[in-house]
């Protein structure tokens, strides 16, 4: 009888936990290989730092979840509602967190619209300004 019990209970654990593991994957972080210029100043448009990617890849949602749909499309071919959606996520966003969305959407294969692309990394090199030393 014991052996039952304890079975349905193995059992009944495992399947709670691929649920909740599949429900997680969103949130999952992601490795990628990244080759670095060792020559990199940091003022190039190509230079990691200013390219927002770290060494630590980690797919950080700000609550913006369906604009996972947009991976890989142009923004060319973007309709005016998720122009839209773009749009609010970014107006409604922290300057500080600027830097984090631009990477999560890299990282996403998200692509922005010129206009928005240009104000958030306005954004971010005027924070990275303040903050550095000059």
């Known amino acids: ?55 630590d890849f980690e797919i950080v949602y700000y609550d913006d979840e369906e604009l996972d ?22 107006y409604t966003l922290k300057e500080s967190d600027v830097a984090g969305w631009l990477r999560s959407l890299q990282l996403r294969n998200i692509l922005l619209p010129d206009g928005i692309r240009e104000e958030a990394l306005m954004i971010v090199r005027e924070r990275r300004s303040i903050n550095s030393p000059l």
């Open 1 to 55: 009888m014991w052996v039952l019990v304890t079975l349905l209970v193995v059992f009944v654990s495992l399947m709670l936990f691929f649920y909740l593991n599949k429900k997680r994957k969103p949130n999952e972080k992601v490795k990628v290989n990244v080759d670095t210029d060792s020559e990199c100043c940091g003022a190039h448009e190509v230079c990691e730092r200013n390219s927002l990617i770290s060494s």
């Open 69 to 90: 749909e947009l991976a890989g499309i142009s923004p060319a071919t973007y309709t005016e509602e998720q122009r839209d959606r773009i749009a609010y996520v970014f």
